[in-house]
């Protein structure tokens, strides 16, 4: 059976264009994370923190999704119990929640990316946008990085699992030395055999380099792009004093 690349990227193909992709995760970075705007863009961040729980449920990544919310209902909920709670537990439940409902929406928008995203559409995105090959490196190398260390530390909880070294187990003070720090140094060898198997691909040549997969911008694409625009206008003309509502 004869094997059909151009097939096989239009088959992993995601809902968006890569581009598009960056560009969310630097405006939910901004506006959610960063808070940028403040009360007058509550309406606005709202849209945005939804976005990538809208995303994922198209793309059919139910585990990031359920994820995501569990972690999202937690924040809220510590949020919501702060007052009930006497001294030092309440600070705890403030920064515990004021953290989870910053950070989550965008480390959700991150996992997205990297789920829904090949390193060969992301090369070509970055090549697309002219960026240099000290950042397109370094940026595709940590995309098969994540997903490579969270298959190890998977499999060294396993087999640690196995001899009953586990958190709650009755060699629970062994997880430090025989988890964490197998972790750290396949974390090590990892990130090293990942940038030599990008180096061998010819990503640091300095000729340009072909791509099969093809990439572009849809329907979908603009509207999500012109979304971002929409929110740095307003924010800019809430800077100038102009109030749109």
Known sequence: MAYSAEKAQEKRRGFLDPRTKLALVLVLALFVMG?????????????????????????RQWKRFARGVAM???GYGLLLAMPYLPGILNYLALMCGGILTRFVVTIVMGEYLIAT????????AMERLHMPQAITI???????????????????????AMRGIRLGGARAGQ????????????????GEELSASALTRGL??????????????????????????????????????????
């Open 35 to 59: 808070g940028l705007g403040g009360d007058q863009l509550k309406g606005i961040k709202t849209i945005l923190s939804v976005l990538p729980f809208l995303l994922l449920l198209i793309e």
């Open 72 to 74: 999202l209902i937690v």
């Open 117 to 124: 995203t090949s390193v060969s559409e992301f090369i070509s």
């Open 138 to 160: 370094p940026m595709s190398v940590m995309f098969r990085l994540f997903p490579t260390i969270g298959s190890e530390w998977r499999s060294i909880r396993r087999a640690m």
């Open 175 to 190: 997880v430090l030395e025989y988890q964490l720090v197998p972790m750290m140094t396949s974390t090590v060898r990892i």
């Open 204 to 245: 640091g040549a300095p000729t340009g380099r072909t791509n099969i997969c093809r990439i572009g911008f849809r329907v979908a694409d603009v509207l999500l792009l012109a979304g971002c625009a929409f929110a740095i206008v307003v924010w800019i003309l809430e800077l100038c004093g102009v109030t749109l509502w």
